[in-house]
């Protein structure tokens, strides 16, 4: 087993190919209101040079089915990110058009008492993993502002049923080794913590992210 990281909130093919290069499992692009805002026409142009093997996943945000599986079709997306209160439905309708493939991934914003919603997503079958991020008055995502890792390990722990948790929200290559340690992640997810502004990246930045993550998911193998 190892780590699963997405570099998300790409704008460009240059950006993209330095996560893969970097070592990077998936890159994020994001169909949503937000500075790193992206069009159909501008993915369906970068993923056709990006390597086979890279997963390409969308954020969507209030999005209906057909308007997701249309932007799946025409980018050649890999995955979906669904950062909304999605209806039960349409992961399943995603399922059943796209097949076991597509990456289907449930953003949730971590708050108190948040065990309920986490278990509903690990238990449904048409999810692959569950995302947890945080939010602020302002943004949904991509806020640069961690949640409190301390009550999430404290109410994962009591989780009976196996979870597939991505860690977003306010990483950056000096805490991510602290996020695996408390948390244990199945994968990490990044955006501003590796940008030199809103929607580019600084390639040294992603490196170090993409580096420390791989070493610090190691010794926490080690320990576990």
Known sequence: ??????????????????????????????????????????VSRIVPKLPEDLEKIGVFVDSTFDEIAAFVGNCRLTGVQL????????????????????RILRVLHFQAGATDAIAAVAQDRNMDAVLIDSQTAKAVGGTGVPFDWTAAANQLRNQSAPIRLVVAGGLTPANVCEAIARLHPWGVDVVSGVEIAPGRKDPHKVRAFIAKARAAFVTDEIKG
Request: charged share 25%; proline share 8%; hydrophobic share 45%.
């Open 1 to 42: 087993m190892s780590l699963w990281i997405k570099i998300c909130g790409n704008t460009s093919v240059e950006d993209a190919l330095l996560a893969a290069e970097a070592g990077a499992d998936a890159v994020g692009f994001v169909f949503a209101p937000s500075p790193r805002r992206v069009t159909e026409l501008q």
């Open 83 to 102: 950062h909304f209160d999605a209806s039960p439905d349409l992961p399943a309708q995603l399922r059943e058009r796209f097949g076991p493939d597509l």
